[in-house]
């Protein structure tokens, strides 16, 4: 579960990350001296806010978020289908999309002189560096306790322009320190549940079939038209998930929107195949494969007479 913490969560961790390399004993203010001599205070708050004084000072601003296209389920959201001659419909049962998200952070340093705002940004960019995937043993908060994979967080340094650091940093109105700008990628967070008081512990899955749901996803037919009774062979990711037992199928193959069912030979999560049925409709229509309410992108395909 990630629940709304998740933000402070992640801001607490890079924060950890720089309090320890600069004040190894993890405190700011104390412990063995840093690299430039003396020990680093770090900051998580405004960049203008963090000006004032002549100590030695490392801030991070959260200064942008935003949804991470690249890790939403794509595709219409249908009913599950039951297959031919099954009975009821599948009981497996699945959570809403988690939101992915990116944040994005300013790593400002502070010194009474340039150079050492120079060594100051340079340990922090080493920081970072050395902790480009969160391991698990520098999260914080709930993020420890999450169901995010602690190696799928990671740090990204952006090859930011002047331009932007300008506006980042306060449209001008401030001198520019030395800076430098990271993406955040990896992090979900879940909608509030929506169970009456006290039946909050339900989590991933209302009847757990497994453990994370991967998505099927269908990327070509060959061929892209064939006659009735002709086999034809789907091409993808994920085409052939099964129950924790192995014996039942929670992918489903929609030709046209109607299930048809793979066959034995030759099936795997990247490749498999099906027969079109006698009674599929002649004429253009389309192939899809779906588990539970995640449906993949549709390819085209052709039913010949």
Partial sequence: MSDASVIKDVSDTLRSILDNHFNPTGSAGGGNPAGVGAPVTVTVDSPQRSAAGDDLRVNLYLYHILQDESRRNTGPRVPLPAPPGTGPLLTTSFIAEPLPLKLYYMVTAFAPDGGTEHRLIGEAIQAFYSNRVLGPSVLQGNLRASNIKAGQIQLVLLNQDLET????????????????????????????????????????????????????????????????????????????????????????????????????????????????????????TTLQVQIGEFASRTVDFEVLG
């Fill in 165 to 284: 650091l300008h506006r980042i940093w306060g449209n001008f109105q401030e001198a520019l320190r030395p800076s430098a700008t990271y993406e955040v990628e990896g992090l979900y967070l879940d909608a509030f549940p929506e169970l009456p008081p006290g039946d909050r512990t339900r989590r991933n899955v209302q009847t757990r079939a497994i453990d994370m749901v991967a998505i099927p996803y269908l990327v070509d037919v060959a061929p892209r038209a064939a006659r009735r009774g002709d086999t034809v062979r789907l091409y993808g990711a994920n085409l052939d998930l099964r129950s924790p037992d192995g014996a039942t199928s929670l992918v489903q193959i929609l030709l046209g929107g109607a299930p048809v069912a793979p066959l034995a030979a030759k099936r795997t999560n990247r490749a498999l195949s099906i027969a079109i049925p006698a009674d599929a409709p002649l004429g253009s």
